[in-house]
């Protein structure tokens, strides 16, 4: 099974499902499934900015869940809000890393360690 939120059913099962954490940078959006691989999709909108904007939030955000061992049986949605395309990588990174730990889907112990694989 692959490790990304593709369809537009899951996107909008893990919508009017899930559970919302945000910081002033992010939303992020959960969805408990059974003891399965963890999944997470991406959703940048056009209000991030033009496409090599939003393609380069998404390749910061990959690049961020590369080294993150996510607890299995989740659906995870990340959505970028626009002050994300001018925000620091390091601060990208610490805010993601703290909604992920806050919501329950990666051990806060193991942040950074381990590999995602």
Do not use: C
């Amino acid at each position: 099974m692959k490790r990304h939120v593709t369809l537009k059913k899951d996107f909008i099962a893990i919508a009017r499902q899930g559970r919302i954490w945000h910081s002033h940078l992010l939303l992020l959006r959960t969805l408990e499934r059974n003891g399965q691989q963890a999944r997470f999709g991406l959703s940048v909108s056009k209000r991030v900015g033009k496409a090599t904007v939003r393609n380069h939030v998404k390749r910061r955000l990959r690049e961020i869940l590369r080294d993150v061992s996510l607890n299995p049986g989740w659906d995870i949605v990340i959505t970028a809000r626009p002050v994300t395309a001018t925000s620091r990588f390091s601060v990208l990174k610490d805010e993601l890393l703290n909604l992920l730990a806050t919501s329950g889907v990666v051990d806060p112990k193991g942040l950074g360690r381990t590999r995602y694989v």
